[in-house]
């Protein structure tokens, strides 16, 4: 069995094996908020960014001297999670170190992504475990994609994001490589609110690091809202290709090299380390909010 769903009265979700990756999330009018994978665009969905989130200097993970090869944002989303727990309403999947793994990133690691749908939100839980006797450092972080313009028959124009506290600091820029540049961008977020627009992201993601805000708001003109919510996550990126039909909005614990560094992993900006015998966990919740009545 390669694909898991569970479901509440108002919220509908699947999720595949391969990279434990959140495939359909819909509600229960059957109105479909993740984007389709359309491979025109962008095959993804929501991949599991794991043990890097971004770039690492010429795809290069560097340890004690020996460096192993890292593609943008990790294997995670490449390899099969098995299945720990399923149930009506919860399922939960595994990836754990093994010989393939250990030729890419040379650490024992447990990575449990968990997904649970209560009411009209789906909560998606992150769970890094370190079974070895030394420290684990990583990055993780998600990457879903919903559906712009979020419901059927809204322009595409209109749409924002409201983020709960200002995000109004200075971006960095990001290389044709994925990497940090050493320049900066302002923010497009007036206040609280960014207005999306393709030409944001000619220059790739925006990259809020660090990000002051917990939870976002993503909403079109009229109809329902989505929220966006985390905890655990430090930084966060949005981002789309111009003229595609998707924005991602992603919870980060960690980003891509700046374009200077090429050291050692564990001494990378935006790489956390896990104790040994610890767990890092962080998690992020998607809440449909239904517009209130006046």
Known sequence: MDLFSISSDHLQA????????????????GVDLLWDGDPAFWSGQSPVLFPVVGA???????HRGVGYPMTKHGFARDRAFQ???????????????????????PFPFRLDLSFCITGAALQVQFELHNPGSAPL???FGAHPAFRWPLFPDQPREGHTLTFDQPEEALLPTVDADGLLGPATRPSPVVGRRLTLADDLFTADA???RPVHSQSVDYAGPGDATL???WTGFEQLGVWTKPGAGFVCIEPWRGYASPEGFDGEFTAKPGVFQVAPGATATA????EVMEPEED
């Open 14 to 29: 699947s999720v595949r094996a391969r990279g434990a990756e959140l495939c359909r999330l819909r509600t229960a009018g």
């Open 56 to 62: 690492l200097k010429d795809g290069r993970l560097r």
């Open 83 to 105: 299945l720990v727990r399923l149930s009506a309403h919860a399922c939960t999947l595994r990836l754990e170190d093994d010989a393939a793994s250990r030729a890419m990133y």
């Open 137 to 139: 450092p990583a990055s």
């Open 206 to 208: 925006l990259v809020f």
């Open 227 to 229: 929220r966006v919510a």
């Open 283 to 286: 998690q992020y919740t998607v």
